[in-house]
C-alpha cells in the first residue's frame, strides 16, 4: 500500500514540474514567437535572447497591488482564478507518460490514476473549467466583463461536444476508455507500410476538429473573443490584477498543455515513436517516455502560438455557428465512418 | 479510513445541500449544487460506478448547471425577498421534509442490507458490462432518451425564442436568447 | 472500517429532506428547480447503492447493474427537463417579468 502511494505521489511531483514550467516557458515563445512571426526583436535584453522575460513578468506580478474593486461579489471574486487552475492542473492524472516499468520488483503504470474510465474522468474534469469564466465575468460588477464570460462560457460548452465526440471516434477501434490502451493500439498498427501507426493518418477528420475545438476550449485566437483587447477590454479578467490574474493566465496555458497532450496521445501516439528502446533501466524508460511526450506537446504548442499570430479572429455569432453547424456535424461523420471502418476491419 | 472518506463527502453534501436551500442569492445556490454533485460523484466512486460519477459531473454539473446560470444571468435574477407565507409556511415545510425524510430513512435502514465492502469487486466497477446491459438489454430505453432529447432542443429553442412580428426567426438556439 | 449502507441510503433520505425543504420554502422559480434537482440527485444516490448491495448479494452481472442504468436514465431525463424547464422560465419572465412564483398566480381561485 505504501508502495503505492509513494509512486502515485512520485508520478504526480513529475507532473506538477512539469505543468508549472509550462507558463513561464510558454510567455517566452509566445513573445519571441510573435517577434518572429511580426518582423520585429521581442525581448532581448533580460538575459541571454530575453530567457529570464518570464521571471520578470513573476516578479512583476507578485509586486504588483492586488487591487479588489468596489462592489464585487467577494467570495466568487476570488474563487474564480482557483476555478481557473485547477481544472488544469487535474486533467493530466490520466494521460501516460511511459510503458509499465519495473521499480524494485513490482510494476508501475505511468498514469497517475489507473483507472477504467481515464478519457471520460478527463472530460468530466475539464468541463468544470467553464464555472470559472462564469464566477469572474459574473462577481466583476462591470457590463465588459459580465459579457465575455458569457461569450467565453457559451464557446467553451459549444466546443466541448465537437471535442468530445472527436475523442470518442478513437475510442472506437481501440476498445477501451484507458489512454494506455490508446497508445498501445497505436504501437501496433502501420499505414501503408511506412507510416507510424498513429491515429492522426487514418483519422485525420478527426485530428482537424479535435484540433479546431482545441483551440476553441482554451479561447486562444482566432477564437478569443472573449478576451479580445480591442474588444471587450479584457473580457472576463478585466477586473483582477496582479496574481490573480496570473492564476487566470497560467490556467489558459495549463490547459492548452493539457489538450495537447491529450492531442499527442489520442492522435500522435503519446509517449511512443518507432525506433526507440524502451526497455532498460526504469529511469530510463520513463524518462525517454516523458521527453517524447514532451516533445510532442511542445509541437502542439507551437503550432498554437503559430496560429494565434497569423490568424484574425471570428466574430462570435461566426465562432458559435462554426462549432454547430460545422464542426459538430463534421465530428459525428467522422465518428460513423470510424465506426464503419472499425466493423469492417481495418482498423 | 473508508469511513473517513465516506464522512468527508457526506457532510460536504449536506452542508452544500443545506447552502443551496438557504442561500438567498440564486447563483450561491447554483454553485453549492455544484459541490453537492461532486461530492455525490465522489460518493458514486466508492459505491463502485466511476462511469456513472464521471457522467454525472460531465453532463450535470458541466452542462446543465451552466445552462441554469446563463439563465439565471439573463434574467438577472437578484436576492430573493423572504417568504410570505410567514412561520405557518415554515413549520409546514420542515414538518414535511421531516416526514419525507424519516419515511424514506426508515424504510431504506430497516433492511439491514450489512456492510458495503471495502475493495470493489473489479467486474462490477468497469465500463464494459454497463456499457453491454446498456447496448443489449436497454437498447429500446436508450433510443427512446435520444429522441426525448431531440424533443426537448426542440421545445426549449421554440420556447426560448422571442416570436417578432416581422416573421423573421432570429439566431436563436444559443443561450443569450438570440442577441 | 467499512461503511455500512445504511450509511448510503440515510444520506439520500436527508438529502432528499432538505430538497423538499428548499423546494416548499423559496419564492424563487429557479431556486425551487435546483432544490427538486437536488431531489433527483438523492435518488441517483439511493439508487447506486442498490445496484452495489444487489452485486453483492450474488445477483447476475447484468441484474445488479440495473440501478446504474436507471441513474444514466435519470441523468439523461433530467438534461431534457431542465433544458425545456429553464425555456419555460425564460418565455415566463418575457410575458410576466418576474419568477417569483407568488407573483405567478394567473390560475388561482
Not at chain 1, 145 to 154: K, P, T
Not at chain 2, 60 to 66: C, E, P, Q, R, W
Amino acid at each position: 500500500m505504501t508502495f503505492a502511494l509513494l509512486a502515485t505521489l512520485a508520478k504526480m511531483g513529475v507532473w506538477l514540474a512539469v505543468l508549472l514550467q509550462v507558463t513561464p516557458i510558454m510567455v517566452w515563445v509566445e513573445r519571441r514567437g510573435s517577434a518572429l512571426i511580426q518582423d520585429r526583436l521581442g525581448p532581448n535584453r533580460v538575459g541571454p535572447l530575453g530567457l529570464f522575460q518570464s521571471l520578470a513578468d513573476a516578479a512583476k506580478f507578485f509586486f504588483k497591488e492586488d487591487v479588489i474593486p468596489h462592489e464585487v461579489d467577494r467570495f466568487l471574486y476570488l474563487l474564480a482564478p482557483l476555478l481557473a487552475v485547477v481544472p488544469a492542473l487535474t486533467t493530466f492524472v490520466v494521460i501516460p507518460f511511459g510503458p509499465e516499468i519495473e521499480v524494485a520488483g513490482r510494476s508501475v503504470p505511468l498514469l497517475v490514476a489507473d483507472v477504467d474510465s481515464g478519457v471520460l474522468l478527463l472530460l468530466a474534469l475539464a468541463s468544470l473549467g467553464v464555472y470559472s469564466l462564469v464566477m469572474a465575468g459574473y462577481s466583476s460588477n462591470n457590463k465588459y466583463s459580465l459579457l465575455g464570460s458569457v461569450r467565453a462560457s457559451a464557446q467553451m460548452i459549444s466546443y466541448e461536444l465537437a471535442l468530445t465526440l472527436s475523442v470518442v471516434s478513437v475510442l472506437v477501434p481501440v476498445g477501451s476508455l484507458r489512454l494506455d490502451r490508446v497508445v498501445e493500439y497505436q504501437q501496433q498498427a502501420e499505414w501503408l507500410g511506412f507510416l507510424p501507426g498513429f491515429n492522426i493518418f487514418p483519422q485525420i477528420l478527426g485530428f482537424l476538429v479535435f484540433l479546431i475545438a482545441a483551440f476553441a476550449e482554451t479561447n486562444r485566437l482566432p477564437f478569443d473573443l472573449p478576451e479580445a483587447e480591442s474588444e471587450l477590454v479584457a473580457g472576463y479578467h478585466t477586473e483582477y490584477s496582479s496574481m490573480k490574474f496570473a492564476l487566470f493566465f497560467m490556467g489558459e496555458y495549463m490547459s492548452m498543455a493539457t489538450l495537447s497532450a491529450l492531442g499527442a496521445t489520442l492522435y500522435l501516439g503519446g509517449w511512443y515513436l518507432p525506433g526507440l528502446d524502451y526497455s532498460g533501466h526504469w529511469a530510463w524508460t520513463a524518462g525517454l517516455g516523458l521527453g517524447v511526450l514532451l516533445a510532442k506537446v511542445a509541437l502542439f504548442l507551437l503550432f498554437f502560438v503559430w496560429v494565434r499570430w497569423t490568424f484574425p479572429r471570428f466574430r462570435f455569432d461566426q465562432l458559435l455557428r462554426l462549432g454547430w453547424k460545422v464542426l459538430l456535424p463534421l465530428a459525428l461523420v467522422n465518428f460513423v465512418l470510424v465506426a464503419a471502418m472499425t466493423v469492417a476491419g481495418w482498423l | 479510513m473508508e469511513l473517513a472518506v465516506f464522512s468527508v463527502f457526506a457532510l460536504l453534501a449536506v452542508v452544500s445541500a443545506a447552502v443551496v436551500v438557504l442561500h438567498r442569492n440564486p447563483v450561491y445556490s447554483v454553485m453549492s449544487l455544484v459541490v453537492t454533485l461532486i461530492s455525490l460523484a465522489a460518493l458514486f466512486v466508492m459505491l463502485g460506478a466511476p462511469l456513472i460519477a464521471a457522467l454525472l459531473v460531465l453532463v450535470y454539473t458541466g452542462a446543465i448547471l451552466v445552462l441554469f446560470l446563463f439563465v439565471i444571468m439573463l434574467l438577472n435574477v437578484g436576492r430573493e425577498e423572504p417568504a410570505t407565507g410567514g412561520a405557518a409556511q415554515k413549520w409546514v415545510a420542515v414538518a414535511s421534509a421531516l416526514m419525507f425524510g424519516t419515511i424514506l430513512g426508515t424504510l431504506l435502514w430497516g433492511r439491514h442490507f450489512g456492510l458495503a465492502s471495502g475493495p470493489l469487486d473489479a467486474e462490477y466497477a468497469r465500463p464494459l458490462p454497463l456499457a453491454r446491459v446498456l447496448l443489449s438489454e436497454y437498447l429500446l430505453p436508450f433510443e427512446m432518451v435520444g429522441l426525448l432529447l431531440l424533443a426537448a432542443v426542440i421545445a426549449a429553442t421554440v420556447l426560448a425564442r422571442r416570436s417578432e412580428p416581422g416573421g423573421e426567426p432570429d439566431g436563436g438556439g444559443t443561450a443569450e436568447g438570440g442577441r | 472500517m467499512s461503511v455500512p449502507v445504511a450509511g448510503y441510503f440515510v444520506l439520500a433520505a436527508a438529502l432528499f429532506a432538505i430538497g423538499t425543504l428548499g423546494a416548499l420554502t423559496r419564492r424563487n422559480g429557479i431556486t425551487i428547480f435546483l432544490s427538486i434537482e437536488l431531489m433527483l440527485s438523492s435518488v441517483n444516490l439511493a439508487l447506486i447503492a442498490y445496484s452495489r448491495v444487489l452485486a453483492e448479494a450474488g445477483y447476475a452481472l447484468e441484474a445488479a447493474l440495473r440501478g446504474q442504468v436507471i441513474v444514466f436514465f435519470v441523468i439523461a431525463i433530467a438534461a431534457a427537463e431542465a433544458a425545456v424547464g429553464l425555456a419555460l422560465f425564460i418565455a415566463i419572465y418575457r410575458n410576466r417579468q418576474t419568477i417569483d412564483v407568488n407573483r405567478l398566480n394567473l390560475m388561482r381561485w
